[in-house]
Nanobody
Framework: QVQLVESGGGLVQAGGSLRLSCAAS????????MAWYRQAPGEQRELVAR???????NYSDSVKGRFAISRDNAKNTVYLLMNSLKPEDTAVYYC?????????WGQGTQVTASS
């Protein structure tokens, strides 16, 4: 099985920053793309950012220029640096990894940006 341990969520004032981390362990031979999704209350889950094994990234338009995704392949860890947080960024953030073509989700971490 694959285990994903997320950390770094919390409460921050609008304009502030947070850094999320997600460490993958277990049967992760073949791990490739890693990503962050989020879900706000009453909304559908949406892709925030993803990064391939080679380091190519893409972002949702709503976070471009403010968030940065990165990974440490030696540690099987993905990060999400969130700057200039806005109240509309408030959501549960989920780490997602692909191992070969199977998708695994973390338990989620709450991020709240207060106005």
């Amino acid at each position: 099985q694959v285990q994903l341990v997320e950390s770094g969520g919390g409460l921050v004032q609008a304009g502030g920053s947070l850094r999320l981390s997600c460490a993958a362990s277990g049967r992760i031979f073949g791990i490739n793309t890693m990503a962050w999704y989020r879900q706000a209350p009453g909304e559908q889950r949406e892709l925030v950012a993803r990064i391939t094994l080679g380091g190519s990234t893409n972002y949702s338009d709503s976070v471009k220029g403010r968030f940065a995704i990165s990974r440490d392949n030696a540690k099987n860890t993905v990060y999400l640096l969130m700057n200039s947080l806005k109240p509309e960024d408030t959501a549960v953030y989920y780490c997602v990894v692909w191992v070969f073509n199977r998708q695994y989700w973390g338990q989620g971490t709450q991020v709240t940006a207060s106005s």
